[in-house]
C-alpha cells in the first residue's frame, strides 16, 4: 500500500488553474454548502498558504458521516446530484485488491479506490481513508 497524498497536493495547483478558483474554496462550494454541512471546513495549510489537500481538510465530528452516507446514495444528498454516478460506481467497484496490503489481515477481501477503502461484503461496506493502495 502506498499513501499518495502528495498527488493530491501535487493536484491542487492544476485544479485551482483549471477552474479559475482558489482550491481552498472549491470543498465547501461543491460539497460542504450542497450538503448543508452545519460547520465550516477548513484546509491545514503550509507557511507561505499553500493548503495540503490530500490530508489537511479539517472538519467537525458533526459532518463526518454526510459523505459517507451521499456515497450510500449514490452520489446524491437529499435528491441532489452531488457526485456522477459513474464515479459513485467506479468506487464502489473497488481496485486491486491483491495490492491491499496482508497488514490488514482484519479486512480480508478490500480494496481501495479513489481514496475510499471498500468491503466485499454484501452491505457495499466503504470508508474514507487518507491512503490509498495502488489507485
Known sequence: MVCRTADADALAPVIARATQRPVAALPGERFWEPMGMANEAFLVVDPVGTPFFGCGLA???????????????GGTWNGRRIVPEAAIARIRAGGDRAAFPASFATLP?????????????????VMARACTAGT
Not at 467537525?60 to 446514495?73: K, Q, T
Not at 477481501?109 to 461496506?125: A, F, I, L
Open 59 to 73: 472538519r467537525a465530528l458533526a459532518d463526518l458521516a454526510r459523505p459517507g452516507e451521499m456515497v450510500m446514495h
Open 109 to 125: 477481501g478490500w480494496s481501495s479506490r479513489s481514496r475510499w477503502w471498500v468491503g466485499q461484503d454484501p452491505n457495499g461496506t
